[in-house]
């Protein structure tokens, strides 16, 4: 499951509240900061934990139906 994240202001004491509270949640697998739309992106396993952030003002999930492609590998060519 992806969780986008809006925070309640655009300020770097925010940021750094909710960079670590995410980092308190073992059911974030990957957390990234965004431009644009939202403010954060997480790959969570379950949303219970990031409705109670005090610094997020908004959350949306989605949810995919499958996995069209993933690798882990760089196409580093030699």
Not at 45 to 65: C, E, G, Q, R, Y
Request: hydrophobic share 45%; with cysteine.
């Amino acid at each position: 499951m992806f969780a986008r994240v809006w925070f309640k202001t655009q300020d770097a004491q925010i940021t750094l509240q909710f960079a670590e509270a995410v980092g308190r949640f073992s059911e974030a697998m990957e957390c990234y900061l965004t431009t644009r739309e939202h403010d954060a992106v997480a790959r969570i396993v379950t949303a219970d934990h990031f409705t109670h952030i005090p610094s997020a003002l908004n959350m949306k999930t989605d949810v995919p139906m499958g996995t069209l492609k993933r690798i882990y590998e760089l196409p580093l060519t030699t």
